[in-house]
């Protein structure tokens, strides 16, 4: 039986999704998000020529507000839950490799 | 009676007549907590001086004479997907355990205010992604009226907290059943209100299009009592309907008016649906006897695209689950990676290790379905049949006033049953998901037991913004039974 997906695609849906995982994972899920998109198939038996797609379901349409600045919360409270920061920033491991040769 | 068998109404008749005090409920139910919690495990945090605080202050207020609001001394538990300024919320997720909100859910704001008190934070499967709570990343709930069961799921917590009677009420979320199929399996009520009745602030997303907070209680009334609090317009949530569009009522009003005359539809496709538990046909079968004898009048109605209504779902609420989880990078808040390779590390390590299974494999489906070349043939097909699902249900309300249906396939299933098929899963919410895709109201009710003794549920679902009908439809039928008033052997206080 084909898979309704490939390992090849797997990886890349899992590399997009910046998701790092083993080929064991890689596997199972073939397997798996096989199965379900072999259920999902089942779409293509209804005819939905010129159906509106429905995006959501709330009566309404471009919600505005006046353009008056609030409060924020603060940079404390922002920072409150990072890994890691120095505030006012938040830290990350570096990004650009030192080039300066320095 | 004792105090955690009370109803919420009562408890709060009798805080009101200061026949009780806001610390004694309190007390009562954190001692409930207590003595049950080890074998149910459905919180993921206890606040007890939170919460005996908080019943001190109203307790004053009610010395002073002043007015404490309508729920004043009101123990409840809350999902731990809301987000609470005072405790941790978690999302039953590795990747948000130690994360301590800034600020309180709109809920949260507004049941305080009116006097609640917020005693635990109940399980959930991971970012509410499940129909067991088998997908906690913290513990397994187990459901009341058989350990060996889940509770359902992804509210399990918030249903078996209520049915163990830690709580007389509590919130949950409903993306795709979550509040309905759990209360089903713990023999309680629990309600999904219309798409943008109650604000989401403070809610952490998963399916933004879907997702609802309701009340989970033992009756019809208790429900309507949380949803007078939580219900209105909240300008931070911009999917929030204002007043002009519909007013909120005052859901106790129309509780005790008859059904007569009342036209309830019987849907046509589900009669023949195979893999259906006779039990549970026959208690439907049962409810719609009682309701004609009430005066209401049956009729038939067609929902012809429900059978597609599983699949829909899986990749409507799986791409925008893909693009809410974005945020989890390991940089601005929650679990990061110790020892990164590189700064692509940070997200794909912390992501890798901080979410559970379900949750990456939703957001691989929904990455999948969303992604260049696959768009059309499944997004956006997705969304075309979500529309013929919502017209289905517009051409019903035609002609039925609610809509009466079973609420889950079966009765609560074994742990471990359903675990390493997430298809079969999957097929739970097949009856429920599909008010969520058209955005409709939806309420579950205890209609009866199995021969094995495990609760089953009814769902009244009713048209856009008409939680009234179905809220007095489900509380005039449990003035005519006893089943929302069974509490599991074991958890009734000595």
């Known amino acids: 039986m084909s898979n309704e997906i490939s390992e090849a695609q797997v990886r890349h849906v899992a590399k997009l999704s910046r998701l790092k995982l ?4 890689i596997n199972l899920y073939t397997r798996q998000l096989g199965a379900i998109l072999e259920y999902i198939k ?6 939905t020529t010129g159906v509106e797609p429905m995006a959501h379901v709330a009566p309404l349409r471009n919600v505005l507000r006046d353009d008056i600045a609030g409060t924020g919360m603060g940079i404390d409270k922002v920072l409150q839950n990072a890994p890691d920061s120095d505030p006012p920033f938040f830290k990350v491991p570096r990004v650009l490799e030192d080039s300066s040769g320095a | 009676m004792q105090i955690t068998q009370l109803t919420a109404f009562d408890l709060l008749d009798q805080i009101k007549k200061r026949q009780l005090t806001a610390r004694d409920a309190v007390e009562a139910f954190l ?14 945090t206890v606040l007890p001086e939170y919460a005996r605080e908080r019943a001190d202050q109203i307790d004053q207020m009610l010395a002073d004479g002043r ?10 538990i809350i999902k731990d997907n809301l987000c609470t300024q005072f405790a941790k919320t978690t999302c039953a997720s590795k990747i948000l355990i130690d994360y301590q909100p800034p600020y309180n859910a709109h809920v949260v704001e507004q049941l305080e205010k009116a006097g609640a008190i917020i005693i635990a934070k109940a399980n959930l499967d991971e970012f509410a992604m499940g129909s067991s709570t088998e997908n906690s990343g913290i513990k397994t709930t187990r459901n009341p009226w058989s350990t060996d ?4 799921g992804s509210s399990g917590g918030s249903a078996a907290a209520v049915a163990a009677r830690m709580a007389p009420v509590s919130l949950g979320t409903d993306t795709g059943g979550s509040i309905r199929l759990p209360a089903a399996f713990c023999g309680i009520s629990g309600l999904k209100p ?9 809610l ?9 907070i309701g009340p989970l209680g033992a009756d019809a009334r208790d429900i309507a009592l949380v949803m007078n609090v939580i219900s209105g317009h909240d300008a931070r949530d911009t999917t929030s309907v204002p007043e002009s569009i519909s007013p909120k009522p005052d859901y106790l009003t129309k509780l005790d008016t008859p059904l007569k005359g009342l036209r309830i539809g019987i849907v046509k496709e589900y009669q023949s649906s195979d893999g259906i538990d006779p039990q549970i046909v026959a208690a439907i079968d049962q409810a719609t006897k009682l309701y004609e004898q009430m005066g209401a009048q049956l009729v038939e109605v067609s929902l012809p695209h429900t059978q597609y209504a599983v699949a829909c779902y899986y990749l409507v609420a799986t791409a925008e689950a893909s693009s809410n989880l974005a945020r989890y990078d390991g940089v601005h808040f929650g679990y990061r990676t110790p020892n990164p390779e590189d700064y692509i590390d940070v997200y794909s390590s912390s992501r890798a290790e901080g979410f559970g299974d379900e949750v990456k494999r939703r957001i691989m489906l929904g990455t999948y379905a969303l992604s260049a070349g696959y768009y059309d043939a499944y997004y956006l097909k997705a969304l075309k049949v979500r529309m013929m699902i919502r017209q289905d249900f517009e051409k019903a309300f035609e002609q039925a006033d609610i809509i009466c249906a079973p609420v889950a396939p079966t009765t609560a299933f074994r742990v471990g049953e359903k675990t390493s098929d997430p298809l079969t899963m999957y097929l739970s919410d097949i009856f429920t998901i599909s008010a969520n895709l058209a955005g409709i109201p939806g309420i579950s009710i205890p209609a009866g037991f199995s021969r094995d003794s495990l609760p089953i549920g009814l769902q009244l679902l009713g048209n856009y913004f008409d939680e009234s009908t179905i809220l007095q439809a489900a509380w005039q039928y449990q003035q005519h039974t006893d089943f929302h008033r069974q509490i599991p052997a074991g958890f009734i206080e000595q």
């Not at chain 1, 089942?42 to 005819?47: G, P, R, S």
């Open chain 2, 31 to 44: 001692k409930q907590i207590d003595k049950h919690e080890k074998t149910i495990g459905a919180l993921i």
């Open chain 1, 22 to 25: 083993t080929d064991e994972q």
């Open chain 1, 42 to 47: 089942k779409l293509n038996e209804l005819d």
């Open chain 2, 67 to 76: 007015d404490a609001g309508p729920l004043a001394g009101l123990p409840i």
């Open chain 2, 204 to 212: 952490v997303a998963y399916g933004s299009s879907l997702d609802q």
């Open chain 2, 149 to 152: 069961c889940v509770p359902g």
């Open chain 2, 194 to 202: 219309t798409y943008g009745r109650v604000s989401r602030y403070g």
